[in-house]
């Protein structure tokens, strides 16, 4: 990690159980994670990867356990959190005027969509354009709920070489998927260790 960058994020979960609907999906989930962390979250369809994501950023309550954070939290999930109806430019502008600067330094190649209305995106480019948004906000912990889903193997690389250099830059990822991901210092949390 490049010292004096972002230091000082952190993201803590404390023996966190999952309730939807009437049925416990996990429990006993602890991990803490430090500047320059990543966490994989693992696990079949429905084991509750994507709630685990909710309740780190605080959108779903646990049913069990709690979250300790520092630093922004910035969530990449299967929407884009984009205006259907807006240019891309002006999508991402919107949240660059509520974030401010943030680093903006990954290239998600959109240079050539940013006048193309958002709803006209093909899967794989809203999905970069969603990861520029998140990766823009200058959040110091981001959440990553299948970000290689709709990625072809180029853009693939690109989304896990933008985590690393968020990571170099004393950022924390968090990224759940089925996918095989080939970050480095990777720790794996699988939720089939956690069943209730
Ligand atoms: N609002 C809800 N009320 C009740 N059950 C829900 C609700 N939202 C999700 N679930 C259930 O919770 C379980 C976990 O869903 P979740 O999306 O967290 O799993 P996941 O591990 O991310 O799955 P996938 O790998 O398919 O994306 C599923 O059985 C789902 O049907």
Same mark, same amino acid.
């Given at each position: 990690?490049?010292?004096?960058?972002?230091?000082?994020?952190?993201?803590?979960?404390?023996?966190?159980?999952?309730?939807?609907?009437?049925?416990?999906?996990?429990?006993?989930?602890?991990?803490?994670?430090?500047?320059?962390?990543?966490?994989?979250?693992?696990?079949?369809?429905?084991?509750?990867?994507?709630?685990?994501?909710?309740?780190l950023c605080g #959108?779903?309550? &646990?049913?069990? %356990?709690?979250?300790?954070?520092? !630093?922004?939290? @910035?969530?990449?999930?299967?929407?884009?959190?984009?205006?259907?109806?807006?240019?891309?430019?002006?999508?991402?502008?919107?949240?660059?005027?509520?974030?401010?600067?943030?680093?903006?330094?990954?290239?998600?190649?959109?240079?050539?969509?940013?006048?193309?209305?958002?709803?006209?995106?093909?899967?794989?480019?809203?999905?970069?354009?969603?990861?520029?948004r998140m990766a823009?906000?200058?959040?110091?912990?981001?959440? #990553?709920?299948? &970000?290689?889903? %709709?990625?072809?193997?180029?853009? !693939?690389?690109? @989304?896990?070489?933008?985590?690393?250099?968020?990571?170099?830059?004393?950022?924390?990822?968090?990224?759940?998927?089925?996918?095989?991901?080939?970050?480095?210092?990777?720790?794996?949390?699988?939720?089939?260790?956690?069943?209730?």
């Amino acid at each position: 990690m490049q010292p004096g960058l972002n230091n000082g994020a952190r993201l803590a979960a404390y023996d966190i159980a999952c309730r939807r609907g009437d049925r416990i999906l996990f429990k006993g989930v602890s991990f803490e994670l430090a500047p320059g962390d990543a966490l994989h979250l693992a696990g079949p369809n429905g084991i509750g990867k994507s709630s685990l994501i909710r309740i780190l950023c605080g #959108l779903l309550r &646990p049913y069990h %356990g709690h979250v300790e954070s520092t !630093g922004q939290i @910035a969530l990449s999930d299967e929407r884009p959190a984009l205006d259907m109806h807006l240019p891309l430019q002006d999508a991402l502008d919107f949240w660059q005027r509520i974030d401010g600067a943030g680093e903006g330094r990954a290239d998600f190649g959109l240079e050539n969509l940013l006048d193309v209305p958002v709803r006209y995106l093909s899967t794989g480019q809203r999905k970069r354009a969603g990861l520029a948004r998140m990766a823009a906000s200058g959040g110091r912990i981001w959440l #990553l709920d299948e &970000p290689l889903n %709709g990625l072809d193997t180029h853009w !693939g690389a690109a @989304a896990q070489a933008a985590v690393e250099a968020h990571r170099a830059m004393g950022g924390i990822a968090v990224i759940a998927s089925h996918q095989p991901l080939g970050l480095s210092r990777l720790r794996t949390l699988s939720l089939l260790d956690h069943l209730p």
